[in-house]
């Protein structure tokens, strides 16, 4: 093999490793993007939903009643438990139950 054939095999193998690289870090980049574009798409659709009313879209404000965090709407009044909220409720005597129920709707 003579010095110019060596020399031509280098070039290729070098380039062949530059363009993996290259396409290993756009691959990187184009990753975290989309990564970047997921959070932000998150942080808008929670931005715009949170602490809303599933049924009319107005605004709603926490409550406590009897230790339990409830939320209200502000417009139709609807009442809303987090996960565990009703469970937790629904565990108390029947007695206390008519209580925080009472408290609830304003009664």
Excluded at 17 to 37: I, M, N, Q, Y
Excluded at 84 to 106: H, I, V
Aim: glycine residues 4%; neutral net charge.
């Amino acid at each position: 093999m003579n010095d110019r054939t060596r020399e031509d095999q280098w070039f290729l193998e070098n380039e062949k490793h530059l363009v993996d690289a290259a396409r290993v870090a756009r691959e990187k980049r184009e990753a975290e993007r989309r990564t970047r574009e997921k959070e932000e798409e998150r942080r808008k659709l929670k931005d715009l939903h949170f602490m809303k009313c599933p049924k009319c879209g107005h605004d709603m404000k926490e409550k406590v009643v009897e230790g339990v965090s409830v939320e209200q709407c502000t417009f139709c009044e609807g009442i809303y438990f987090d996960a565990g909220e009703l469970e937790q409720a629904l565990l108390r005597k029947a007695d206390q139950n008519r209580s925080m129920l009472r408290k609830l709707l304003g009664v």
